[in-house]
């Protein structure tokens, strides 16, 4: 299954949690942080503003991104899991 995200939502692949610090110590799975970097799978049209035009999303897919920590909705799809978040959501593009 694929998914189309409308308006100016984006599909964010949420990279892996670290599973060991710096130093070599393993993290507990319930203390691992939520990671704030994604990849982007999918991307709106962009929203429509007043005067009708659409305003593009400014990634596309395949751009790794920083997020918010608690940004957007996890969801699942076909049994990998995934962020849907706005692009206002989106802090930066690593380059």
Known sequence: MSLKPLADRVLVKPDAAEQKTASGLYIASNAQEKPQRGTVVAVGEGKRAENGERIPVDVKAGDVVIYGKFGGNEIKVDGE???LMR?????AVVE
């Open 81 to 83: 899991d995934y962020l």
């Open 87 to 91: 692009a206002d959501d989106i802090y």
